[in-house]
C-alpha cells in the first residue's frame, strides 16, 4: 500500500509538468480556435535546448529555463506570422495542416542533424524519503516549477493589460476590434505565449525523462488527453487534467506493463468525449 501511495505521488508529481505542457496547447486553442501541431516539435526544442547548454555551457538545468522562456516566445511569434496568420479566419482544417507543415520540417531538420539518438541530463537534486521509497529530487523541483509558470499564466491572464485584452479578444474578437484592441498582435502574442509554455515544459521533462529527437510526438498526444480532461480553452484546467493523467499513470504502474498505459491513457480519452465533448472542465467556447 504505501508502494502504491509513493506511486501516486509520483505521479501527481510529473503530472503537474504535463499540465502545463498541455497549457501552451489550451491556451492557443482558447484564444484563436486553432489546434498547433507544432506543439511536440516545440517541446523537444525545449529539451534540445536544455541538452546543448547545458553540455557546452555547463549551466543549471534550471538556469536555461530563461532562456526557454524566451526563445519560445519569439519561436511562437514566428510561428504565428509563418503558418497561422493567414489561415485565420479559413476552414480550422487549414491552419492544422499549415502547423502539421511546420511540425514536419522542424521534425525533418532535427532528426538529419542530431538523428534519432538518446539524450540525457544529468541533474543532481537531493530527493525526499518516505520510507522505503524515496521521491526524486527533480520530479518535486520539476513539480514546483511546473505550479509557479502556472500561477505566472493566471496572473498574467486576469491582472495584466495584455492578458486581459488576450482574454476580451478570446471571448469576442470582432467586438475587440471595435473597442481598438490590437486583435492581430494580441493573436501573435497569444501563440508566442503558449509555445513559450510548450518549450520551457520540455526542458523541465528534460531534467526528468531521456528523450530523442521524436519524443514530442508522445507528450503531443498526452497534451491533448490533458486539454480534453481539462476542458478546451481552459489553461487551469489542463492543469488540473495534468496531475489527473499523472495520477492515472502513477495509480496503473504498479499493476500493468508500462507499455499499458498510453493505452490506457487513451481509453480515458475516448470515454471523456463521449461522456464530456467539451472536456470535464470546459468553458463556454471562445473563454479563458
Known amino acids: 500500500m504505501l508502494g502504491f501511495i509513493a506511486s501516486i505521488i509520483d505521479g501527481v508529481l510529473v503530472g503537474l509538468v504535463y499540465g502545463l505542457a498541455a497549457m501552451g496547447l489550451t491556451l492557443i486553442w482558447g484564444v484563436m480556435d486553432v489546434i498547433n501541431l507544432t506543439h511536440g516539435a516545440m517541446i523537444v526544442a525545449g529539451m534540445m535546448l536544455l ?3 547545458a553540455s557546452a555551457l555547463g549551466l543549471s538545468p534550471y538556469l536555461i529555463l530563461a532562456p ?3 526563445g519560445g516566445f519569439f519561436a511562437g511569434i514566428a510561428l504565428y506570422w ?13 491552419s492544422l495542416l499549415s502547423t502539421f507543415a511546420v511540425n514536419l520540417v522542424l521534425v525533418g531538420v532535427g ?3 542530431w538523428g534519432t539518438a538518446l539524450f540525457n541530463v544529468e541533474v543532481s537534486v537531493p530527493g525526499f524519503s518516505l520510507g522505503r521509497y524515496t521521491f526524486p529530487g527533480p520530479h518535486i523541483l520539476a513539480a514546483v516549477l511546473a505550479a509557479v509558470i502556472a500561477v505566472g499564466l493566471y496572473f498574467f491572464l486576469h491582472h495584466t493589460r495584455t492578458g486581459k485584452a488576450m482574454r476580451a479578444v478570446a471571448n469576442n474578437r470582432e467586438a475587440s476590434e471595435l473597442v481598438g484592441i490590437p486583435t492581430t498582435r494580441l493573436l501573435a502574442i497569444s501563440v508566442g505565449v503558449g509555445v513559450a509554455l510548450a518549450t520551457v515544459s520540455g526542458t523541465l521533462i528534460g531534467t526528468l525523462f531521456p528523450y530523442t529527437i521524436l519524443s514530442g510526438d508522445s507528450y503531443e498526444l498526452k497534451g491533448f488527453i490533458v486539454t480534453v480532461l481539462g476542458g478546451f ?3 487551469i484546467g489542463a492543469l488540473v487534467g495534468g496531475v489527473a493523467l499523472g495520477v492515472l499513470e502513477g495509480a496503473v504502474t504498479p499493476f500493468v506493463p508500462v507499455s499499458w498505459t498510453l493505452v490506457i491513457e487513451f481509453a480515458l480519452f475516448v470515454i ?5 465533448p467539451g472536456g470535464i472542465f470546459t468553458r463556454r467556447r471562445g473563454g479563458l
Open 51 to 53: 541538452y546543448l547548454l
Open 68 to 70: 526557454s522562456l524566451i
Open 82 to 94: 509563418i503558418a497561422i496568420h493567414r489561415m485565420t479566419g479559413r476552414p480550422p482544417l487549414m
Open 111 to 113: 532528426t538529419a542533424v
Open 233 to 235: 480553452g481552459n489553461p
Open 272 to 276: 471523456v468525449l463521449i461522456a464530456f
